[in-house]
């Protein structure tokens, strides 16, 4: 397979069409462009988020008031909760590499709808920030938690509206970007490129975007009842008009544990990209990889109730939902094992994308493990609402889909910039990174189990240890953090030039000049094989 005129192409970087300067970024249709506006964005929202946390996690270093009242602290959880989860971890990954890579993984020249992606932009920033505002105007910032439950986003006097709102507009984005790369793959894939020749990133984009298209609306549903019910006073929840609040978490972890898999499915997929490449030999079991994706996006839908466990659910439910939790942990398993076996045997080469893809599989393996426990009927009741649960929670999320984004923008910078990162630099963050994020979550596994709730502003003396450790950790992790987007942004402006082909990739994006160029291709290549054959490089036949 040849990719030829490529080469005669300028840049999308360079490339000068109608518009100039900035509005050439933000009245553009590049998918390539897009993707880096989404990049751009999160970063920034990531550490407006991430600072939030550095602030509770100075206030928990000890008992007592340390740097902030209780009403700030709850402001704080929610805001940090709303931005990472609805601004940056379910967009994350599928928005910003989806968006650039996704039509050059299949041998497109863009999406199916571009003006519709650039479109699903900006209703992402009117979302985000009106997500950040609503900390700051009005009635103070919301103080329900990120999930929203009732009462108290009925009751609550701060701006519960503005952040349903928010959330409301961001889930709209998300569900035009799974349309527009749901037809994209049906319907651009390069000739020859039948269903089992496509790379499995796009797979898993693929089962992503269904998951987008189908669950999401309820969430948006949901938060339009509670905003009817605050304003216009309809008995959707409150129990004084004839509501159910118990009705509302059903309608959101209906939406919100496949919005799990959301979060998941593509961090899955782009490891499934990397290993191959720094092993050189194909993935091991690639049937069985694409199976698992699209059976983890199935069964995810029936799994919400073990969120509910505690709720007043019938005994039969929990038995149900306990069994469905253990059942989707089986295509997960799957994947652990054909990542470990695609490894095995071949010739490694440990660059940093492979090393942060490594630390993504033994994160997301003990998140995996204590969800687990979390699955289990009896030990459900001594964990729920503890601390073991948000150090689960952000082993999943944290070490699953932000190690996978940390792999992928070391995996596809030089791609991306057409510029190298400094090694050094990225080993010395990835060190950090990795430590700081086991030393300020794992301790919240142990003082969890000891009983020490989640959300709490203060605590008894006998859990200060484990904050003390956990307030540590997050000074660590948020040093790593910083010194490697410096690292990346340093390498992007001054780095060496990159190859074409720095890792020695098999995949299409590897066949195209560094950056891409702005149409990706002057003549669509043809599909003759399967995707991860290494035999020769060169011409991948």
Same mark, same amino acid.
């Given at each position: 397979?040849?990719?030829?005129?490529?080469?005669?192409?300028?840049?999308?970087?360079?490339?000068?069409?109608?518009?100039?300067?900035?509005?050439?970024?933000?009245?553009?249709?590049?998918?390539?462009?897009?993707?880096?506006?989404?990049?751009?964005?999160?970063?920034?929202?990531?550490?407006?988020?991430?600072?939030?946390?550095?602030?509770?996690?100075?206030?928990?270093?000890?008992?007592?008031?340390?740097?902030?009242?209780?009403?700030?602290?709850?402001?704080?959880?929610?805001?940090?909760?709303?931005?990472?989860?609805?601004?940056?971890?379910?967009?994350?990954?599928?928005?910003?590499?989806?968006?650039?890579?996704?039509?050059?993984?299949?041998?497109?020249?863009?999406?199916?709808?571009?003006?519709?992606?650039?479109?699903?932009?900006?209703?992402?920033?009117?979302?985000?920030?009106?997500?950040?505002?609503?900390?700051?105007?009005?009635?103070?910032?919301?103080?329900?938690?990120?999930?929203?439950?009732?009462?108290?986003?009925?009751?609550?006097?701060?701006?519960?509206?503005?952040?349903?709102?928010?959330?409301?507009?961001?889930?709209?984005?998300?569900?035009?970007?799974?349309?527009?790369?749901?037809?994209?793959?049906?319907?651009?894939?390069?000739?020859?490129?039948?269903?089992?020749?496509?790379?499995?990133?796009?797979?898993?984009?693929?089962?992503?975007?269904?998951?987008?298209?189908?669950?999401?609306?309820?969430?948006?549903?949901?938060?339009?009842?509670?905003?009817?019910?605050?304003?216009?006073?309809?008995?959707?929840?409150?129990?004084?008009?004839?509501?159910?609040?118990?009705?509302?978490?059903?309608?959101?972890?209906?939406?919100?544990?496949?919005?799990?898999?959301?979060?998941?499915?593509?961090?899955?997929?782009?490891?499934?990209?990397?290993?191959?490449?720094?092993?050189?030999?194909?993935?091991?079991?690639?049937?069985?990889?694409?199976?698992?994706?699209?059976?983890?996006?199935?069964?995810?839908?029936?799994?919400?109730?073990?969120?509910?466990?505690?709720?007043?659910?019938?005994?039969?439910?929990?038995?149900?939902?306990?069994?469905?939790?253990?059942?989707?942990?089986?295509?997960?398993?799957?994947?652990?094992?054909?990542?470990?076996?695609?490894?095995?045997?071949?010739?490694?080469?440990?660059?940093?994308?492979?090393?942060?893809?490594?630390?993504?599989?033994?994160?997301?393996?003990?998140?995996?493990?204590?969800?687990?426990?979390?699955?289990?009927?009896?030990?459900?009741?001594?964990?729920?609402?503890?601390? *073991?649960? @948000?150090?689960? %929670?952000?082993?999943? !999320?944290? /070490?699953?889909? $932000?190690?996978?984004?940390? &792999?992928?923008?070391?995996?596809?910078?030089?791609?991306?910039?057409?510029?190298?990162?400094?090694?050094?630099?990225?080993?010395?963050?990835?060190?950090?990174?990795?430590?700081? *994020?086991? @030393?300020?979550? %794992?301790?919240?596994? !142990?003082? /969890?189990?000891? $009983?020490?709730?989640?959300? &709490?502003?203060?605590?008894?003396?006998?859990?200060?240890?484990?904050?003390?450790?956990?307030?540590?950790?997050?000074?660590?992790?948020?040093?790593?953090?910083?010194?490697?987007?410096?690292?990346?942004?340093?390498?992007?402006?001054?780095?060496?030039?990159?190859?074409?082909?720095?890792?020695?990739?098999?995949?299409?994006?590897?066949?195209?000049?560094?950056?891409?160029?702005?149409?990706?291709?002057?003549?669509?290549?043809?599909?003759?094989?399967?995707?991860?054959?290494?035999?020769?490089?060169?011409?991948?036949?």
């Amino acid at each position: 397979m040849s990719i030829s005129g490529s080469e005669t192409q300028v840049s999308y970087l360079e490339y000068q069409g109608k518009h100039k300067g900035i509005w050439s970024w933000l009245l553009s249709t590049d998918h390539k462009r897009i993707g880096l506006l989404y990049l751009y964005a999160i970063i920034i929202f990531f550490f407006v988020a991430a600072f939030l946390g550095l602030l509770m996690r100075i206030e928990l270093i000890a008992p007592g008031r340390t740097i902030m009242e209780p009403q700030t602290y709850n402001g704080l959880f929610t805001i940090h909760g709303i931005i990472m989860i609805f601004v940056i971890v379910i967009p994350g990954l599928a928005a910003v590499f989806g968006n650039f890579f996704l039509p050059i993984l299949i041998g497109a020249r863009d999406v199916a709808f571009p003006k519709l992606n650039l479109f699903s932009w900006y209703l992402y920033m009117i979302g985000a920030i009106l997500g950040v505002l609503s900390q700051f105007i009005g009635g103070g910032a919301p103080d329900t938690g990120w999930t929203f439950y009732v009462p108290y986003s009925v009751e609550s006097s701060t701006n519960v509206i503005y952040a349903l709102t928010a959330a409301f507009i961001l889930g709209f984005s998300s569900i035009l970007t799974g349309l527009n790369f749901i037809v994209t793959i049906h319907r651009m894939r390069a000739p020859g490129m039948g269903w089992m020749r496509m790379p499995l990133f796009p797979w898993a984009l693929y089962a992503t975007a269904w998951i987008q298209v189908l669950a999401t609306p309820i969430v948006g549903i949901t938060l339009l009842m509670v905003i009817a019910e605050r304003v216009l006073n309809i008995g959707f929840f409150d129990p004084a008009l004839g509501g159910d609040p118990v009705l509302f978490q059903h309608l959101f972890w209906i939406y919100s544990h496949p919005a799990v898999y959301i979060m998941i499915l593509p961090a899955m997929g782009i490891v499934t990209e990397i290993f191959p490449t720094f092993s050189q030999k194909p993935v091991f079991g690639y049937g069985a990889i694409v199976l698992s994706s699209l059976a983890i996006a199935f069964v995810g839908y029936f799994v919400w109730g073990h969120h509910m466990f505690t709720s007043g659910m019938s005994y039969n439910a929990r038995w149900f939902f306990s069994f469905l939790t253990f059942i989707v942990a089986v295509p997960s398993a799957i994947k652990v094992f054909n990542w470990i076996s695609t490894m095995y045997g071949g010739s490694i080469d440990l660059k940093p994308p492979l090393l942060y893809a490594i630390s993504f599989i033994f994160l997301f393996m003990i998140g995996g493990f204590t969800g687990l426990v979390l699955g289990s009927l009896a030990t459900n009741v001594q964990t729920h609402d503890t601390a *073991f649960v @948000m150090a689960h %929670f952000h082993y999943i !999320i944290f /070490g699953g889909m $932000g190690f996978a984004f940390f &792999a992928a923008i070391h995996y596809w910078a030089p791609k991306m910039f057409g510029r190298m990162y400094n090694f050094r630099l990225a080993y010395i963050a990835w060190g950090f990174n990795f430590i700081g *994020f086991n @030393m300020l979550y %794992f301790p919240l596994f !142990i003082v /969890g189990l000891q $009983g020490m709730p989640r959300r &709490a502003y203060d605590y008894l003396p006998q859990f200060q240890s484990g904050h003390v450790l956990s307030t540590i950790g997050s000074f660590i992790l948020f040093a790593g953090l910083l010194l490697m987007v410096y690292n990346l942004i340093r390498g992007a402006r001054k780095g060496a030039v990159a190859p074409a082909n720095p890792w020695k990739g098999v995949t299409l994006e590897w066949k195209i000049p560094s950056p891409p160029p702005h149409e990706n291709f002057d003549d669509l290549p043809e599909i003759t094989s399967k995707p991860y054959l290494f035999g020769n490089i060169s011409d991948n036949k």
